[in-house]
């Protein structure tokens, strides 16, 4: 019984009514802050100032692409003393895992952080700003890792000044020979809340199971 439960959990994920796109939530508040020593410092940072309500100029969304976005275009905000978090989260099928690359263009005149996972995989203080050109590596956050099949969250945390140019984000899946737009239409499955819902039933009956086999 108690394998079952986990099986029909773990099933749940894989229903066919999981959805095939990755989940871009864009996050923006007021910060004056200056460049910052680490990753971490970014992280701790942004993600305080997230947890408040927007002040006018910024705010807190879902996206469709995560292709030239900006505060200004998705808020129609402040393009000056901004804290940017954008938090993608993604499921990687069993066919899939493997060698995956991600790579940003940013506007960070303060400096960013890239975390894969939860883990820091890139971190530069500098001015960054990409300008739109792939080929200025020195200017974009980006990483190369193995993942395993799963869910996976990215999260891309940075400050500007002035003036909140277009940022956008890509991957690229073993065997892709072309970087993809992360975008709702970019083929990579999220569970939908039904499902997880499921699953999370699931484990909520085996926790009770257990719990009955260990009472008197």
Known sequence: ????????????????????????????????????????????????????PATA????????????????????????????????????DPAKAGTW?????V??????????????VAFRN???WWGGNWNATAQLLQVTRTLNAGHHRIVLYGLEGCCDGGFTGQFTAPGATA????ARTDGLPVPEPGTLAIFGAGLLGLCAMRRRAVTP
Do not use: E
Not at 2 to 26: D, Q, V
Not at 179 to 182: A, E, I, P, V, Y
């Open 1 to 52: 019984m108690l394998r079952a439960l986990l099986l029909a959990g773990a099933a749940s994920l894989a229903l066919p009514g999981a959805g095939k796109a990755s989940l871009i939530t864009f996050d923006t508040r007021y910060s004056a802050s200056g460049p910052l020593a680490s990753a971490a410092a970014y992280r701790t940072l942004i993600d305080g100032l997230a947890a408040a």
């Open 107 to 120: 506007d960070f005149g303060r400096g960013g952080a890239l975390f894969l996972d939860g883990q820091a």
């Open 179 to 182: 970087f993809t737009t992360f």
């Open 57 to 92: 100029g910024y705010g807190s969304s879902t996206l469709n692409s995560f292709s030239a976005t900006s505060n200004q275009s998705v808020f129609r905000g402040s393009n000056s003393n901004i804290a940017y978090r954008y938090t993608l989260d993604f499921t990687v």
């Open 126 to 128: 500098t001015d960054l």
């Open 101 to 105: 690359s991600f790579r940003f263009g």
